[in-house]
T-cell receptor, first 112, second 116 residues
Framework: AQSVSQHNHHVILSEAASLELGCNYS??????LFWYVQYPGQHLQLLLK??????LVKGIKGFEAEFIKSKFSFNLRKPSVQWSDTAEYFC??????????FGTGTRLTVIP | DAGVIQSPRHEVTEMGQEVTLRCKPI?????LFWYRQTMMRGLELLIY????????DSGMPEDRFSAKMPNASFSTLKIQPSEPRDSAVYFC??????????????FGPGTRLTVL
């Protein structure tokens, strides 16, 4: 069965700190990978996605993620976080059928 | 476009009552998804439709849950009878495939359900 693991449940950073959120998945075939963000009280929005090509993907708001196939990972990064990045971040994987498997999410709190 | 529309935004009901959640997908999207979000289990796919037809309902927790999509612009998720453990935020999302590629899912604002 497919699964998506986000090992960091809650991350607390000060503004300007660098961010890396882990995401690992279990599936051996071709995958599409996504990071969604959910700001407090809002719905999920797409941050970035990987389908093929360059494994380093740039998203909105300065976020990027790197697909490492050998490690089954798709970690999210940002060099310098802002208070407005406080949100919950979800990694998702799609393979085969047209549905997504989501991780349990990582809550990011950025302290001004 | 107004995006995915869900109603109601909040619902408080008593155990045993019937609850109906509604979703209007983005016009032109032919995939519609229902998710449930809880602290314990995160975001779970309940069911999804393609062209109004249910494709995969393996995530529906039990027979108390049912979903319909009578036309391309409307879907309902019904819980009858409701139980306190059904308390969660229910999201609807829609998408359409682009030329063989897979497009992102656009999420609605969610319905926060509380069953007392």
């Amino acid at each position: 069965a497919q699964s998506v693991s986000q090992h960091n449940h809650h991350v607390i950073l000060s503004e300007a700190a660098s961010l890396e959120l882990g995401c690992n998945y279990s599936y051996g075939g071709t995958v599409n990978l996504f990071w969604y963000v959910q700001y407090p009280g809002q719905h999920l929005q797409l941050l970035l996605k990987y389908f093929s090509g360059d494994p380093l993907v740039k998203g909105i708001k300065g976020f990027e993620a790197e697909f490492i196939k050998s490690k089954f990972s798709f970690n999210l990064r940002k060099p310098s976080v802002q208070w407005s990045d406080t949100a919950e971040y979800f990694c998702a994987v799609r393979s085969g059928a047209n549905n997504l498997f989501f991780g349990t999410g990582t809550r990011l709190t950025v302290i001004p | 476009d107004a995006g995915v529309i869900q109603s109601p935004r909040h619902e408080v009901t008593e155990m045993g009552q019937e609850v109906t959640l509604r979703c209007k997908p983005i016009s032109g999207h032919d995939y519609l998804f229902w998710y449930r979000q809880t602290m314990m289990r995160g975001l779970e796919l309940l069911i999804y439709f393609n062209n109004n037809v249910p494709i995969d309902d393996s995530g529906m927790p039990e027979d108390r849950f049912s979903a319909k999509m009578p036309n391309a612009s409307f879907s309902t998720l019904k819980i009858q009878p409701s139980e306190p453990r059904d308390s969660a935020v229910y999201f609807c999302a829609s998408s359409f495939p682009l030329a063989g590629d897979y497009n992102e899912q656009f999420f609605g604002p969610g319905t926060r359900l509380t069953v007392l």
